[in-house]
């Protein structure tokens, strides 16, 4: 059963929203404000795939609160979050406080549930936790991604990840020195249909770096290759 939270103050979105995703095959739980999305959630035990929250929401928990306090109680659940074509930063906000994804507004019904449905297939994929084809770790250095259970460890310290987080790093350990291309990230990790800006990558990246490098600004292991995109480098 595919279980996904919208949280959205206007009624006339959020029934639209609604309506696209229960034909896609969702069940979806609605949420006028933050408080109510954070309540539910609660209520249904964490058992939520995917949560689709508007950044502009009135009340003590905004779209951005409700990422936050979701993201702290789980690495798994997918985000994705609504703006406005204004919201330059919250969009790179949202993706800060670990957001999977945001959907520009106004959208179109296959647009959105084009999105869902790929990051429904990576939270369905971490927890179904199926047998791995090729290796179980992925080794560099003192780093060690665990593709069975989906973890990854730093000298046997745990780092939590989101699941974009997490594919990102086995696209990395995957090819260590290889320079990837925004482009090839953004394809390998949303997928071939994804319709959304390649800024997204960056903002992961920065993410990934406050939780790998022992200098954010100044990185050893994820390195920038300018003019094309990222590079994995074992020290």
Known sequence: ????????????????????????GYV?????????????????????????????????????AVCKALREKS???????????????????GLMMGADDYVTKPF?????????????????????????RYKERL??????????NRTLTRSGVPIELTQVEFQIMEYFFSNIGVALDR?????????????????????NIRRLRMKIEENPSTPQHIITVWGLGYRWEEK
């Open 139 to 148: 080794v560099s250095g003192e780093f060690v991604l665990n593709l069975r």
């Open 28 to 64: 979806a739980f609605e949420a006028s404000n933050g408080e109510e999305a954070l309540e539910i959630y609660e209520r249904e035990n964490g058992d939520i795939d995917v949560a689709v929250l508007d950044i502009m929401m009135p009340g003590k928990y905004d779209g951005l």
């Open 75 to 93: 690495g798994n659940i997918g985000i994705i979050m609504l703006t406005a074509r204004t919201q330059e930063m919250d969009k790179v906000t």
């Open 108 to 132: 179109s019904p296959s647009e959105l549930v084009a999105r869902v449905d790929a990051i429904y297939r990576r939270v369905a994929l971490a927890q179904t936790r199926p047998g791995v």
């Open 183 to 203: 482009s090839d990230i953004l394809k390998h990790v949303w997928g071939e249909s994804y319709v959304g800006e390649e800024k997204i990558v960056d903002v």
């Open 1 to 24: 059963m595919k279980k996904i939270l919208v949280a959205e103050d206007e009624q006339a979105i959020r029934e639209f929203v609604v309506i696209n995703l229960k034909r896609a």
